[in-house]
């Protein structure tokens, strides 16, 4: 081999030098930052993530442990229903038959729940028990506390399990049964009188094995003082005091319901988290070893090290590589290059080691500059006239016909041809929390981001293509397949777009064009449909076939709704003008925004015809800047908007016609007490011909009337008419139908039960009687 092959030359101001140079550093850099964060990470372990995980663990127990105390419960609260057994328990003694059923009932107790080890009953006055251990024992002898957890338990205030212990020989057998009692005292007891429903200890060890763990991770359940109930890795600690006395104390001092903290635990560093059951009034516990819960780290900061090398490695060894591969026919190249065309490299200037890949670079740069620029220009070039020819396509051009606009098509790259096509119209709306304006770069990149968008949504549509329109408006045009319905996945491409950029969008989608030539209708349709946003701003996107479907074909005008909103402002009454604007409005809505427009513009006029001579609007229109109501319904960009204002504007009428009928409802009032006197004689007197000669409603003048006369308009013209048949049937000799004819009544028999009501008499009997207090006089 020859040694001059692997001779290391290389410039120390090169480019090459400065790259492996470079590529040395970074990686020794990374070495060294990966070091100490591996070294960060194994001495700061994750505790809280390793403790919220076990403290979830524990919750799950604990809700499996109170279901297993539910069940527990239920089972003495059936044994304490029972009239069979309440009657054994009370019984001074028991007969055969009564014990045989005693005794099966308890056996099935026992037998349908096998966490039920046995259940004890305590008749105080004969301090005798009764069990369901299949054994012939005594309680008294095998289970000496039995007594005393009765005295304990009518001490306490809710029932919770009472651990203590079987022991005893049978048949040279011996028996050890660590149990969990719920005690059950009768309320109508006249002694000591208990039932015993006592738990296996094994029932708690078996949801520990539930919980899965290892052989450096120990469950364990305490009572309130630390006495150890059981633990999952020594089943045989029982009530056991010294087991829990090395961080029990720390954890009945932290005063908290749940937690974890490291501790030393029989000499070995542990993490310890606890969850207290105050229903139980016990200690759930978890102790993982430290150094089990560590090894993991430090498994992956060996191997994090060992690739980084193998990494550091293999830079070394591509670098030499390169150094024999490409730096030396750069170099050639560079000597070719000087001998033809002497040029002086970067570096030679101020009399420094030649870098030959920079004379290179000097020599070609200009001409890669140039050809790139020349290309770039082109590119533009050829968008600029896609562009523009299919802003021709969509807003209007000479009429040709489809072969030769298929033809224009391809020959600017336009990809779209035939199929069913959809132009969609995509505004860009006021920047989310942003005040100025954006710069017209800015609201190009926005419309770039969203059209890449719609190429990742729409991955299956390759023929797309985007047409700027205006400054925040530009179309989509692309292909729709008749199964492949793109409402959905517009609405995913306005909320992707919002959450990119922070500008909301709205999309319009037009009509299906079948061919190209139809697109600038397609267009025309889903500009139409951004329309729509007028009548519901919350949208989107906003579907021509859709809202044309769900618009009304022909412009109804609501005009018996405009007159009914007008009798209720008259009368003062806003609930029902509130109700009535609603209808109103909803009856808008189902029609175009251009006749919602018109509609609104005739409804304004009507209004400040109706009520212009009654309310003066200057206030009003002050408030809003405006000289005209047409104006401000002008101003509003939302359907929703505009029928607040008519709200407004319902109540701002109501107080104005409030002010004026304090000024001159009298007047009114009396116009018709004069229309009234001339006419009560008649029989077709009604509100309804008063109201109407007044220009005004029925309601209207019926409230006006009586709050003036402070009676109703039918009590009044009675009044009249009854005084003036007072007058006749003394100045008069005419029969009393003749005068109720005369006075407006049409019906006598009406006339005279009316008269009696106000006189207390019937007509002939007030002549005759006013007629002798005359003679008399």
């Not at 359940?221 to 006495?227: A, L, Q, R």
């Not at 969203?450 to 390759?462: H, K």
Request: charged share 25%; glycine share 6%; aromatic share 10%.
């Amino acid at each position: 081999m020859n040694p001059m092959k692997w001779r290391w030359h290389v410039p120390t101001r090169s480019f090459l030098f400065r790259l492996i140079a470079a590529n040395t550093i970074i990686f020794v850099l990374s070495l060294l930052i990966l070091s100490v964060v591996n070294y960060t990470f194994t001495n700061m372990i994750s505790e809280k993530q390793i403790s919220e995980t076990h403290r979830k663990l524990l919750d799950q127990t604990n809700a499996n442990i109170e279901m297993l105390y539910e069940r527990a419960f239920r089972v003495g609260e059936q044994l304490l229903n029972d009239k069979d057994v309440i009657k054994s328990l009370y019984a001074l003694r028991l007969d055969p038959a009564d014990s045989l059923v005693l005794d099966r009932k308890l056996h099935d107790a026992v037998n349908a729940n096998d966490f039920i080890d046995s259940v004890y009953l305590y008749n105080g006055e004969t301090e005798n028990f009764i069990h369901s251990i299949p054994q012939d024992v005594e309680i008294f002898d095998i289970d000496p506390e039995a007594r005393k957890l009765i005295q304990v338990r009518s001490g306490l205030g809710k029932m919770i399990f009472l651990p203590h212990r079987q022991q005893y020989v049978y048949s040279g057998k011996h028996y050890d049964n660590p149990i969990l009692s719920l005690i059950f005292i009768p309320s109508d007891a006249r002694s000591e009188y208990a039932i015993f429903i006592n738990l296996k200890l094994s029932a708690l060890q078996e949801l520990f094995d539930k919980m899965g763990g290892s052989p450096e991770s120990s469950f364990m359940v305490t009572n309130k003082n630390g006495i150890l109930i059981t633990r999952s890795d020594k089943p045989e600690a029982f009530m056991d005091a010294a087991s829990g006395a090395e961080f029990m104390g720390k954890v009945m001092k932290s005063g908290n319901v749940s937690g974890s903290f490291v501790d030393s635990i029989s000499g070995s560093k542990s993490l310890v988290t606890y969850a207290y059951n105050d229903k139980l009034e016990w200690y759930l516990l978890n102790a993982t070893s430290y150094a089990y819960l560590t090894k993991g780290s430090f498994i992956l900061q060996r191997n994090i090290i060992i690739i980084s090398l193998l990494l550091l490695f293999a830079c070394f060894a591509a670098t030499i590589l390169m150094n024999r591969k490409l730096y030396g026919p750069i170099g050639n190249v560079v000597q070719m290059v000087k001998g033809s065309h002497p040029v002086q490299a970067t570096g030679e200037a101020d009399g420094g080691t030649g870098d030959e890949a920079a004379y290179l670079s000097d020599v070609f740069k200009n001409l890669i500059g140039k050809v790139t620029s020349l290309e770039d220009s082109a590119v533009k070039h050829r968008e600029r006239l896609k562009e523009s020819r299919l802003k021709d396509i969509l807003l209007g051009e000479p009429a040709t016909d489809e072969t030769m606009k298929d033809l224009h098509s391809a020959l600017h790259g336009i990809r779209l041809h035939t199929g069913p096509m959809r132009a969609v119209a995509v505004v860009v709306e006021s920047p989310i929390q942003r005040e100025g304006n954006v710069a017209d770069t800015g609201i190009r990149l926005v419309k770039d981001t969203v059209f890449e968008l719609a190429r990742r949504i729409f991955r299956e549509r390759e023929e797309m293509e985007k047409v700027d329109i205006g400054r925040h408006i530009f179309a989509i045009l692309m292909h729709e397949p008749e199964d492949h319905p793109s409402t959905h996945r517009l609405n995913l491409l306005a909320q992707q777009a919002e959450r990119v950029t922070g500008f909301r969008m709205k999309i319009g989608v037009g009509s299906r064009a079948v061919s190209i030539g139809e697109l600038g209708q397609s267009f025309e349709d889903a500009r139409g449909a951004l329309e729509y946003s007028y009548v519901d701003h919350r949208r989107m996107v906003y579907h021509f076939d859709a809202i044309r479907a769900s618009t009304e074909s022909s412009s109804r005008y609501p005009v018996k709704l405009e007159r009914s909103l007008f009798e209720a402002i008259k009368v003062n009454d806003r609930k029902e003008a509130g109700r009535i604007l609603g209808e109103w409005f909803g009856a808008l809505r189902r029609n175009a925004p251009a006749d919602i427009r018109a509609a609104l513009r005739q409804s304004v006029t009507t209004i400040e015809t109706e009520f212009g001579t009654m309310a003066d609007f200057t206030p009003l229109l002050r408030n809003y800047g405006k000289d005209s109501l047409y104006g401000i319904v002008q101003h509003f960009a939302e359907l929703e908007r505009v029928e607040a204002f008519y709200g407004e504007l319902a109540d701002f009428i109501i107080e104005q016609l409030k002010m004026n009928r304090h000024q001159d409802r009298a007047e009114v009032v009396g116009i018709a007490c004069e229309f009234i006197g001339n006419h009560y004689r008649s029989s077709g007197l009604s509100a309804e011909l008063v109201a109407s000669e007044l220009n005004i409603s029925v309601p209207y003048f019926s409230k006006l009337f009586n709050e003036v006369m402070g009676v109703s308009f039918t009590q009044y013209v009675t009044d009249l008419r009854l005084h003036e048949a007072e007058q006749l049937l003394l100045a008069t000799t005419l029969n009393v139908k003749d005068i109720g004819e005369r006075i407006g009544f049409q019906n006598s028999s009406y006339f005279i039960t009316v008269f009696k009501k106000k006189n207390g008499t019937s007509p002939n009997q007030f002549r005759k009687m006013n007629r002798a207090d005359r003679v008399a006089e």
